[in-house]
């Protein structure tokens, strides 16, 4: 079955410090790859997308993530943290349906950011 | 743009009572809308999806009774509790699609509903 993981529930990073947040999937054929933010007590709010071309993404925030088809891996990756960064982070995948192309999401992974 | 609004962002109802959650696309249509629920500390779990002008499709275990579903026009789906019970307290969120069928989804901002 189709499946999306994020190894890591929590991770703590100093501020200025590099980030990289794990996502592997389980899917047949190529994914369309998704990273999403999530503050308390909001919605989603889109980082950047992957649907095919250029393996490396720049997303916004200074967020970037890379498709590795042979790790079946996409890792959000940022240079410099800053402490607003902190919150939720969702890796999600679509998986492609008769019935309706519905996205799929990791479990999440809280980032916290020390000052 | 692609700014979806979801009303009201908190709602306290009394166990029995109905309550109706608005989701809308402020700045482009959507084909199609979906509606999630989220509990505390988890990810989100897809409740449905819906199509303009049809019905709505149930993910397993949804009950569509419970959860009714309306998707009146290309920039609004509507997504009604009934007779809520505190275990439908949760965090309600919305996210509308565009375009092709692996297009992105914007999220709404959510909606927290709490049961008493």
């Known amino acids: 079955a189709q499946s999306v993981t994020q190894p890591d529930i929590h991770i703590t990073v100093s501020e200025g410090a590099s980030l990289e947040l794990r996502c592997n999937y389980s899917y047949g054929a190529t994914p369309y790859l998704f990273w999403y933010v999530q503050s308390p007590g909001q919605g989603l709010q889109l980082l950047l997308k992957?649907?095919?071309?250029?393996?490396l993404v720049q997303g916004i925030k200074g967020f970037e993530a890379e498709f590795k088809r042979s790790q079946s891996s996409f890792n959000l990756r940022k240079p410099s943290v800053h402490w607003s960064d902190a919150a939720e982070y969702f890796c999600?995948?679509?998986?492609?349906?008769?019935?309706?192309?519905?996205?799929?999401f990791g479990t999440g992974t809280q980032l916290k950011v020390e000052l | 743009g692609a700014v979806v609004s979801q009303h009201p962002s908190r709602v306290i109802c009394k166990s029995g009572t109905s309550v109706k959650i608005e989701c809308r696309s402020l700045?482009?249509?959507?084909?199609?809308m979906f509606w999630y629920r989220q509990f505390p500390k988890q990810s989100l779990m897809l409740m449905a999806t819906?199509?303009?002008?049809?019905?709505?499709?149930?993910e397993q275990g949804v009950e569509k009774d419970k959860f009714l579903i309306n998707h009146a026009s290309l920039t609004l789906s509507t997504l009604t509790v009934t007779s809520a019970h505190p275990e439908d307290s949760s965090f309600y969120i919305c996210s509308a699609r565009r375009g092709a069928s692996a297009d992105t989804q914007y999220f709404g901002p959510g909606t927290r509903l709490t049961v008493l």
């Open positions: 999600a995948v679509v998986i492609l349906t008769g019935g309706g192309n519905k996205l799929t």
């Open positions: 700045d482009f249509q959507a084909t199609t």
């Open positions: 992957y649907f095919s071309g250029d393996t």
């Open positions: 819906s199509n303009e002008g049809s019905k709505a499709t149930y």
